[in-house]
C-alpha cells in the first residue's frame, strides 16, 4: 500500500528517548487529524504491540525503505491531553525561534531523567484483630521471636512503616514472606514527593486593597467571567502593591477549577516572595527554581499533572508546567531579561505565555514598575490592556533622589567611590539606626571607555553604542565590527581621565568596611550566593537587621520590603548606561527605579544617591522622577531612528566553527545569499555584518555575527526559515553550526 505522508513518533516522553523518533506511514482516513503532538496508537517492536506515542514532526518522504515503515494504527481524538498541548507549543517555539524540534521538546518537558522515584512502602494488616491474637499465641507457643514481634507490633498498629519495621525489629525478609503467604498483611506503597517548601504557617490573610488595586481587580475578574481573554499589563510604581492584585485575582481563577502559573525572575524568588504565597494559599503553591535537585523539580511537575496543586511559582522554565486546567499566566517584573532563554531555541517566555495562554483558553496578566519598552507599546497599539497604580500600598511618600554629578567631585579632588553627599547621609542613617543598600550594576559591564574629566564616552558613528575595550589597545563596536585605537587623551576635551570604566562589588564592600568601621556589613552577588539558599540566609540576616549596610548586584533591588531602609546609594549609574547595548538608557532607567523603590518603603522616608557623570541624561533625570511616560517617550525617538526594537525587530545569526578559516567563509557566504534573498524578494530589509562576535572566540569556538533588521517580525521568520534551509541542505558547511536569536536581549 502506498502513502502520501509520514509521521516521526516519540514512543516514550522522557529526556533520554526525546531524540529517539520512529517514522510511520499515515493512513489517508488520518491524514487530517495526524497534526504535530496528536497522541497516537502505533505497532512496535517485533511483535508489533500497541503503545502509545506522540506525533514530533511530518513529512512527505521516507527516511529507511518505504516497505520496512509501518502505519498507524489510530489516532486518538477528542480532548488533547498536556502532552500533545506541550508537544504543539514545542513546534510553535521551533518554527518561531528557531532550533531543532528536540532543542524545543526538551525545553517543555518536565525533566525525566536518572529520577528515582521516592516511595513509602507500608505494611498492612489484612485479617481481623481477633484472628491475628490467636495466630499471635501459636506463634508464642512455638517460640517463634522474630514473629511474635511483628505480630505485637501489629496488634498495636494495624499498619506500620516498612523499611522501620524491618530495621527496628530486626525482622528478616523470609518473616515478611510468611505473614505474605498466609495472607495475614499486604505490602502497599505510596509516592513520596520531594517537597522544595519548609512548612509555614497559613494564615490566609488577606490584604484590603485600595481604590486603584480594586478597580484593577474587578476590571480584569469582569473579563474572565465573560469569557474575555486579554493581556494585561499592570504598571504600578515600586510599593505599589501589585503582588496584592495577584492573589486576589489568583484566588478568583482558583475558586473557578483553574490552576495558575507565576513567574518572577529567578533572582527574585526569595523567601518572602514564597512566604506571602504560601501565607493566603498554603500547600496548594508550589516552586522550581535553578537550584532544587533533578528529583524536586520532577516531583512538582507530577504533583502539578495530578492536580495536588492549584499555583506553580518560578522562573522561565515554570512556564510548561504541565496544568490540565490551566486558567492564568502571570510574568511580574515583565521587563526582566532573563525571560528570554539564553540557549537554543532562543524563546522568550512573554511570548510563549501569550501562545499558552491561546491554547489553553487562559489569560496573560504582566506586571512592571519599569514596563519594557515592547509592552509598553503594545498597550499604545492597543493589543494590550494597560492598568497603573500611581500609590504606594502603605500610603508612604516615594524617596527624595539625589543626583551627584562625578565630575565635580573629581574637580572638588574628591576619588573616593563616595560622593560627598552619600557619605554624608550614610552617617546620618549608621547614627540613626537605620539600613542602607549600597547598589553596583555589574550586569551588562563591558569595558566601556569613558573621560572622568568631562564624560564623553566612546561610541561607535555607525550604531550609537558604546565601543568595547578589547586587548591591543583596540576599541570595538559589537555590532558591525567597527573598531579604532584606544586614544592617550579625551577627544572631547584633552583630559588623560580616559579609560575603561568599572569596579565590583567586593572592592566596594571593603571600601565599605574600611571607610565605616563601626556598620555591620553584607554582600550580596553571584559568588556569596552560589550555595543553596545563599540568597534567603543574607536577605534573612538583613530583614533581622543583623547588618546595617548590604552591598550587592542587581539581585539587591527586586522586590525585597525592608521597613528601616532609608538609603539607598547608586554607586556608578554609568556601569549600564554605556553597556555597549541599545538597550542600555531602558537597562538603567529600569534599576535605577528599582534600586529606587527600595528606599521608604514604610513609616521611615527615604533617600536615594544616584552617582553619575552624566546627570543631564535623559534615562537618570527621568528615573529620579520617577517619570515612565517621559522616558518612553524619549528612548522611542532614539529607537525609531537607528531602527531598534520596538520600532524593528532584528534576527541576529551567529555562525561558528573550531576552524577560523571555516567560520569566516560560511558567514561571508551566509551573507552573500541573504542579500542575494533580499534583492531578489524586493525586501527592505537593512543587513549588518558579518563581523566578529563580542566574544569573537569561546572555549576554542570561533563565533562571527549577522544582524538583520526589519519592521516585519513574519518577514525574519521567513528569513530565518530560508537560511536553517540553505545552510543545512547546501552541504558547503560541513564543521560550522547556525544559530539565531529574535531581538537579542544582549551582544554577543
Known amino acids: 500500500m502506498s502513502y502520501q505522508s509520514y509521521a516521526d513518533i516519540i514512543i516514550d516522553i522522557s529526556h533520554e528517548n526525546l531524540d529517539k523518533t520512529y517514522q510511520y506511514a499515515i493512513p489517508k482516513e488520518y491524514e ?53 498541548h506541550l508537544i504543539y507549543l514545542a513546534y510553535w517555539i521551533k518554527e518561531s525561534f528557531g532550533g531543532t524540534m528536540n532543542d524545543a521538546l526538551k525545553t517543555v518537558m518536565p525533566v525525566k531523567k536518572a529520577v528515582k522515584i521516592k516511595e513509602q512502602r507500608r505494611i498492612v494488616l489484612i485479617r481481623p484483630l481477633e484472628e491475628l491474637k490467636q495466630i499471635y499465641e501459636e506463634q508464642l507457643k512455638k517460640n517463634n521471636v522474630a ?66 488595586q480594586k478597580r484593577i481587580v474587578e476590571h480584569i475578574i469582569r473579563d474572565y467571567n465573560e469569557g474575555k481573554r486579554y493581556t494585561y499589563l499592570i504598571h504600578g510604581i515600586t510599593g ?32 518572602q516572595t514564597v512566604k506571602r504565597f504560601y501565607e493566603r494559599f498554603g500547600e496548594r503553591i508550589s516552586i522550581l527554581n ?13 504533583r502539578a499533572k495530578k492536580g495536588d496543586i492549584d499555583i506553580m511559582i518560578g522562573p522561565r522554565s515554570a512556564l510548561f508546567t504541565p496544568f490540565k486546567n490551566l486558567g492564568l499566566i502571570i510574568v511580574d517584573e515583565e521587563h526582566e531579561g532573563s525571560y528570554k532563554s539564553e540557549i537554543t531555541p532562543k524563546y522568550h517566555a512573554i511570548e510563549v505565555a501569550k501562545k499558552r495562554a491561546q491554547l489553553t483558553d487562559s489569560f496573560v496578566i504582566l506586571g512592571s514598575a519599569t514596563p519594557s519598552l515592547e509592552s509598553y507599546s503594545r498597550c499604545i497599539s492597543g493589543e494590550y490592556k494597560l492598568y497603573t497604580i500611581t500609590k504606594r500600598a502603605k500610603e508612604a511618600n516615594p524617596p527624595k533622589v539625589w543626583i551627584v554629578d562625578l565630575r565635580e567631585e573629581l574637580k572638588q579632588k574628591n576619588r573616593s567611590i563616595f560622593s560627598r553627599k552619600l557619605k554624608e547621609l550614610i552617617e546620618e542613617k549608621l547614627s540613626n539606626h537605620e539600613q542602607i543598600m549600597l547598589f553596583i550594576n555589574r550586569r551588562g559591564y563591558s569595558g566601556f571607555v569613558s573621560c572622568r574629566s568631562c564624560g564623553h564616552v566612546m561610541r561607535c558613528s555607525h550604531c550609537d553604542i558604546s565601543l568595547t575595550s578589547h586587548v591591543n589597545s583596540k576599541l570595538l563596536c559589537h555590532y558591525c565590527g567597527y573598531e579604532e585605537r584606544m ?5 572631547a576635551c584633552g583630559s588623560k581621565y580616559i579609560a575603561a570604566f568599572g569596579t565590583g562589588t567586593q572592592k566596594v564592600e571593603e571600601i565599605v568596611r574600611r571607610e565605616f568601621p563601626e556598620a555591620r556589613v553584607l554582600r550580596m ?37 525592608f521597613p528601616l531602609v532609608s538609603l539607598v546609594g547608586i554607586i556608578a549609574a554609568d556601569l549600564s548606561l554605556y553597556a555597549g547595548d541599545f538597550r542600555a538608557s531602558e537597562r538603567t532607567f529600569q534599576l535605577l527605579s528599582q534600586a529606587a523603590g527600595r528606599a521608604g518603603r514604610d513609616a521611615i522616608p527615604g533617600e536615594v544617591v544616584i552617582q553619575t557623570y552624566h546627570p543631564e541624561h535623559y534615562s537618570i533625570i527621568t528615573a529620579a522622577e520617577g517619570n515612565y511616560e517621559e522616558f518612553f517617550g524619549q528612548e522611542m525617538l532614539y529607537r525609531r531612528l537607528m531602527q531598534y526594537p520596538p520600532a524593528a525587530h532584528i534576527l541576529l545569526a551567529l555562525v561558528t566553527s573550531k576552524e577560523e578559516e ?38 576554542d569556538i570561533y563565533r562571527r555575527v549577522i544582524y538583520i533588521k526589519d519592521e516585519d517580525y513574519d518577514l525574519l521568520v521567513g528569513l530565518k526559515n530560508y537560511l536553517e534551509g540553505y545552510f543545512n541542505y547546501s552541504g558547503q558547511f560541513v564543521g560550522c553550526n547556525l544559530q539565531f536569536d529574535f531581538n537579542p536581549m544582549s551582544t554577543y
Open 147 to 212: 514473629r511474635v514481634r511483628i505480630l505485637e507490633a501489629l496488634l498495636k498498629n494495624g499498619i506500620l512503616d516498612y523499611d522501620k519495621t524491618l530495621k527496628g525489629l530486626n525482622i528478616s525478609r523470609p518473616v515478611i514472606r510468611w505473614l505474605l503467604d498466609n495472607e495475614i498483611i499486604q505490602i502497599d506503597s505510596k509516592q513520596l514527593y520531594r517537597n522544595p517548601i519548609e512548612e509555614q504557617s497559613v494564615t490566609h490573610t488577606k490584604v484590603t486593597l485600595n481604590s486603584e
Open 32 to 84: 487530517s487529524s495526524a497534526i504535530i503532538g496528536a497522541p497516537v496508537v502505533v505497532p512496535f517492536g517485533l511483535g508489533n504491540r500497541t503503545i502509545n506515542g506522540y506525533i514530533v514532526g511530518l513529512s512527505n518522504e521516507p527516511k529507511i525503505d518505504i516497505e520496512k515503515i509501518k502505519p498507524i494504527t489510530l489516532v486518538i481524538e477528542g480532548a488533547p491531553v498536556i502532552e500533545s
Open 662 to 699: 571555516k567560520v569566516e567563509r560560511a558567514v561571508t557566504h551566509v551573507a552573500e545569499a541573504l542579500k542575494e534573498y533580499i534583492i531578489t524578494n524586493k525586501l527592505s530589509s537593512q543587513i549588518i555584518g558579518p563581523a566578529p562576535a563580542g566574544l569573537a572566540k569561546a572555549k
Open 487 to 491: 586614544p592617550n587623551t579625551c577627544p
Open 240 to 271: 505599589s502593591g501589585k503582588t496584592e492584585v495577584y492573589m486576589d485575582i489568583i484566588s478568583e481563577v482558583i475558586a473557578s477549577g483553574k490552576q495558575v502559573i507565576v513567574l518572577i525572575p529567578e533572582i527574585a524568588l526569595t523567601y
Open 525 to 561: 552577588d553571584t559568588d556569596t550566593t552560589k550555595n543553596k539558599g545563599g540568597h534567603q540566609r543574607i536577605l534573612s540576616a538583613f530583614a533581622k537587621h543583623k547588618a546595617d549596610i548590604l552591598v550587592g548586584t542587581q539581585m539587591i533591588v527586586k522586590g525585597h520590603d
Open 290 to 302: 535553578s537550584r532544587m535537585s533533578d528529583g524536586e523539580r520532577y516531583d512538582q511537575s507530577l
